[in-house]
């Protein structure tokens, strides 16, 4: 019934040294590694990285470059000011980054020669600031967020009397107001621009075409690219000018024209990526086909330039595709995929199937030189990410990079594996289990059972800082992740089986880990607590009104109220399956509110303000509902955080907060 995968154990500490187990602490003196860039001559390697400073928490963003030969990384940047979004310059011999130095009021383009010592030169003077760049031919290609019909001088002094006035007010007449943590302005587009290295010239691309970049983005350069002769550019936008619900398609620009190309018109669902191939002959992008499903599986496309001809690649292959970096040769692709709990490097060709580089550990970031040469990053449930070359023949890895060395070299990490197990309908649901360092399958252990968000995400092979399975493991728990149904990198049907319903068949996945648990001689089932965020603190949420095995719960940015979650910047299933007033009978089947009044499991609550993708009152009256019922709870509540923890003080209460929380109600440690 179930199959146990070998134990991965990775050696990180060092006989000299007393190792501790990992703390919340420790996770804060690690440098956060970002994904390196090789230059196109395959020369230069260079990888941005950010450290917190002990004493006020704050973070410092360096870029570094690193020798193949295993000789320390060198700082390129000056200390005290951020940097990050390398890349190189069509030669090698100029790295290219975003900055705010000085007196910048927002991120510039800066430049930084590759031949020798030097001071980066500063390129950009957009008020606006400059951020996603590439680098074609003589051009650096760049996004900002600007005000349309005003010029530069302009916007300058629209952010001058923002600063002094003393007005706080945002007025909307139309969605989206707000993104994750900051609210949008409607008076403001972001738009691609491009400048030239020599004259500094500034020429906007995007800006007459009545289309705009998605007002919602992370940021980063991968909603555009430019055609390597620079005559045209590709770029994500939303197509559909009526009504709150998006239609991102890719269109297609000339440089110098005005109106763009609808390549994706016939697609009513989400097309995005797109991508130049190396000799310009070819546009590859990713096309979903449900609309309003986020999770829908990613398909290839890939776009003959000039005939217009699109060619379907790999529609049977049951994997989403993200990331894709072309081929030097222009016939293929390399891809870090989420592939079944593990995200896998991947060689996906214009003809035959995809080949599996990688297996076991996290990769992504990849980087491809012009000849051939890859890069990428690697993480582990037991290191943070590093720097690897990858050799696709052999298919083979080297790690190049010391960071964080020190640090592990004083730590006893305990010891992971996957197993799988019967869930819900009888369907094979993958598991990763993390052991405490020095666990003794005769002793019985607690168990802290971890539910990801999402939900059409998967907890895959990595190290991960807010929510690191290791840390609670070190506290003396046996801590678990379960990849439950609507995860993804299962395939398509596994992502999609939990809609609109999204909570039968996670919470039939969740009770059968822990009857899994249960049936082990090494887990003490008087002992189990169980939590998640997001999605996670949903379903945790679910817990609370449904049977379960748990003595207490950790509930992080629950959506608990599906009625009150329509004020966030995402509602759930209204584009797909309509507003709530027309599925009220499916909210009141799965919305965890209507079921407060049997909630008996004593709570930890917790939230931040600035959180706009589950909004904080869904905190405030979770925390009620138990309250006016008398069951022991706490609420936590951030003013200066998101969705997520992310300040180096705030993270380390968070984790102490859930330690001593979860310790009230089962003890740590083996017996």
Do not use: C
């Amino acid at each position: 019934m179930f199959r146990a995968l070998s134990f991965l154990t990775i050696l990180v500490g060092s006989l000299s040294t007393v190792a501790e187990p990992l703390s919340a602490e420790a996770l804060w003196r690690m440098d956060r590694v970002g994904a390196p860039v090789i230059s196109p001559n395959g020369e230069h390697i260079v990888v941005g990285v950010t450290r917190y400073a002990e004493e006020d928490g704050a973070p410092e963003s360096r870029l570094y470059l690193l020798n193949e030969d295993g000789e320390p990384a060198r700082a390129l940047t000056m200390s005290g000011a951020s940097a990050s979004s390398a890349v190189f310059s069509p030669d090698s011999s100029t790295l290219a980054f975003v900055s705010k130095r000085d007196k910048d009021e927002a991120g510039q383009v800066y430049l930084l020669p590759m031949s020798g010592p030097g001071e980066a030169q500063k390129l950009t003077d957009i008020p606006t600031g400059a951020g996603g760049i590439r680098w074609r031919g003589d051009h650096i290609y760049f996004i900002s967020n600007v005000w349309p019909g005003k010029s530069f001088e302009e916007m300058a002094t629209a952010l001058g009397e923002k600063k002094e006035s003393r007005v706080s007010a945002h007025v909307w007449n139309a969605m989206p107001y707000s993104f994750w943590d900051h609210w949008l302005d409607e008076a403001r587009e972001r738009h691609v621009f491009r400048i030239h290295v020599d004259n500094q010239s500034v020429e906007a691309l995007t800006l007459g075409t009545g289309l705009q970049l998605s007002r919602g983005s992370m940021g980063g350069n991968g909603e555009y690219d430019v055609r390597p002769d620079g005559s045209a550019i590709a770029f994500v936008a939303n197509s559909r000018t009526e009504g709150i619900y998006p239609n991102n398609d890719v269109f297609l620009l000339s440089i110098g024209g005005d109106s763009a190309v609808n390549l994706t018109s016939d697609n009513p669902a989400s097309d995005s990526q797109p991508r130049f191939s190396p000799n310009g002959e070819k546009l590859a992008y990713v096309s979903q086909r449900i609309e309003g499903f986020y999770g829908d599986t990613a398909r290839l496309r890939v776009r003959d330039v000039d005939s217009g001809k699109v060619t379907k690649l790999h529609e049977d292959w049951d994997r989403a595709l993200s990331g894709l970096v072309w081929l030097p040769r222009s016939n293929g692709f390399l891809a870090a995929i989420d592939d079944a709990g593990t995200r896998r490097i991947y060689s996906i060709p214009l003809r035959g199937k995809p080949t599996l580089i990688t297996d076991a550990t996290n990769y992504d970031g990849v980087s491809v030189a012009a000849n051939g040469k890859v890069v990428a990053r690697n993480q582990s449930f037991l290191y943070p990410p590093r720097v690897v070359t990858v050799d696709t023949r052999r298919k083979s890895v080297t790690r190049i990079d010391t960071f964080n060395d020190d640090v592990l070299a004083e730590i006893d990490m305990g010891t992971y594996e996957s197993v799988t197990y019967k869930g819900a309908d009888g369907a094979d649901i993958q598991m990763w289990i993390n052991y405490p360092p020095g666990f003794d399958k005769s002793k019985e252990y607690p168990l802290f059972l971890l539910i990801h968000g999402g939900p059409h995400g998967a907890i895959t092979d990595s190290f991960h800082f807010r929510w690191n399975a290791q840390a609670f493991s070190a506290w003396g728990y046996v801590t678990a992740w379960p990849n439950f149904h609507g995860s993804s990198g299962f395939g398509q049907d596994f992502t999609d089986a939990i809609n609109p319903d999204w909570a039968t068949k996670p919470y039939a996945d969740v009770m059968a880990a822990a009857e899994w648990f249960n049936s082990k001689s090494w887990i003490d089932s008087s002992r189990t607590v169980a939590g998640g965020g997001s999605y996670g603190g949903y379903l945790s949420s679910v817990l609370l009104g449904r049977e379960h095995p748990f003595n207490s719960l950790v509930i992080h940015a629950a959506v608990y109220n599906l009625y009150s979650q329509n004020s966030a910047d995402f509602a759930v299933h209204e584009q797909r399956f309509g507003p709530y007033w027309e599925r009220d009978e499916m909210v009141r089947a799965i919305s965890p509110h209507y079921e407060a009044g049997k909630f008996r499991t004593p709570s930890l609550i917790i939230h931040g303000q600035k959180d706009l993708r589950v909004p904080v009152g869904q905190a405030f009256e979770l925390f009620r509902a138990l309250q006016l019922q008398g069951i022991d709870s706490q609420l936590i509540y951030y003013p200066d955080e998101n969705h997520w923890i992310l300040k180096r003080d705030n993270s380390i209460h968070w984790y102490t907060s859930v330690r001593d929380w979860i310790a009230k109600y089962a003890a740590p440690g083996a017996n």
